[in-house]
């Protein structure tokens, strides 16, 4: 017998053993590198943000001596939605994806009854002394009827964020303001205000992960009772911190509409792709429902997080009689407001874009 033939099997033996370490060593290498989506753990790469080429500027609604800021946005790319461990993470949050933004100017603050008033009662505003051909298409944008309630909701109104309006009154408005302006602005897509609102940031708010920080940033349930309104009321415009890229009130305050449509699984057909460039679900002629983002003067710190998100849906009309009802208010969400934002080469799909909602819409 040849005395090394015992060896073989010993050499195959340890050639197995081998193999199946290697094989071991590379499936722990690919279970870590998987999103959240797949073995329930953070992903949390650094987010890369581009040099900012743009300044920002303050714009003035023709006529008028109103004036609102816009802020510079840079373009770059995150991590879109929350990890699976983060605190109050709702499943609508994920899985997280990598999604690419581009530059574009943000509201400083979110849209006031000051500027807005000028659009939805156009008889109680000053007229241009040389309007232009813009302010003359602006005058026939077709107008929000009047409330069946006081429109404000008893919240205080100058300084104070616009509230109640309708997507549809919310884009309307933004088309009224293009006009004025002679500049396209629009509402933000959901991928472009959790950007903004995140600033860089990866944590569950733009100034980390504790909520008892939140406060200075943000007007929530826990600090929006006053003697006047003790079941809680919006606050003034920039009365808070900003974050890192100058805007106030992401958190707290007002909801704020996003242009998309909601679609709860939206996020796992876009982390299907390794990088989704500025992702958007367009707006139908579906009154509901769509995304709003940022929490509110009624919410808690949970809803307030960068990554939290909140569909619209016809309970947030119950409270208006009216048939048909009103496609510009609504009745039951004195929560809801808007900031606009503009973008620096607007992206082919949004060109041009318009609310689709007419009166026969559901």
């Not at 040389?130 to 929000?144: F, Q, S």
Request: aromatic residues 10%; proline residues 7%.
């Amino acid at each position: 017998m040849n005395p090394t033939q015992p060896a073989a099997p010993c050499c195959s033996a340890r050639a197995f053993v081998s193999l199946f370490t290697l094989l071991a060593v590379a499936f722990v290498a690919l279970w870590i590198a998987l999103p959240d989506s797949a073995n329930g753990q953070a992903a949390d790469p650094k987010p890369h943000v581009d040099e900012l080429k743009i300044k920002g500027y303050t714009d003035t609604i023709s006529g008028t001596k109103v004036t609102f800021d816009m802020m510079p946005i840079p373009g770059g790319t995150f991590l879109m939605g929350s990890p699976a461990n983060e605190k109050d993470r709702n499943a609508d949050e994920g899985p997280q994806h990598m999604v690419k933004v581009a530059p574009f100017w943000m509201g400083r603050c979110e849209v006031t009854w000051d500027e807005f008033d000028i659009f939805w009662n156009p008889q109680d505003a000053p007229k241009p002394a040389n309007p232009t051909a813009g302010d003359k298409e602006a005058d026939a944008v077709t107008r929000p009827t009047p409330t069946y309630v006081d429109a404000d909701y008893g919240h205080d109104h100058a300084g104070h964020p616009v509230i109640c309006m309708s997507h549809h009154c919310a884009m309307e408005y933004c088309r009224w303001l293009s006009l004025k302006t002679g500049k396209t602005y629009r509402l933000p897509t959901e991928a472009e205000w959790e950007w903004a609102c995140r600033a860089g940031t990866t944590t569950a708010y733009h100034f980390g992960d504790d909520p008892a920080k939140l406060d200075d940033y943000a007007r929530t349930i826990a600090n929006s009772k006053t003697d006047e309104n003790p079941d809680g009321t919006t606050l003034k415009v920039g009365s808070k911190k900003p974050n890192q890229w100058g805007l106030h009130d992401m958190h707290g305050n007002v909801s704020e509409w996003c242009l998309d449509h909601y679609k709860k699984d939206a996020y796992a057909d876009f982390a299907k792709e390794k990088l989704t460039l500025s992702p958007v679900l367009l707006p139908s002629a579906d009154r509901f429902p769509h995304v709003a983002r940022g929490g509110s003067w009624a919410d808690k710190a949970a809803q307030c997080r960068s990554a939290s998100r909140r569909a619209s849906d016809k309970s947030w009309i119950m409270h208006d009689p009216q048939r048909p009802q009103s496609i510009w208010w609504l009745t039951k969400m004195d929560m809801i407001g808007f900031r606009v934002v503009r973008a620096v080469e607007e992206q082919e799909n949004l060109k041009g874009l318009r609310s689709k909602i007419t009166k026969e819409s559901k």
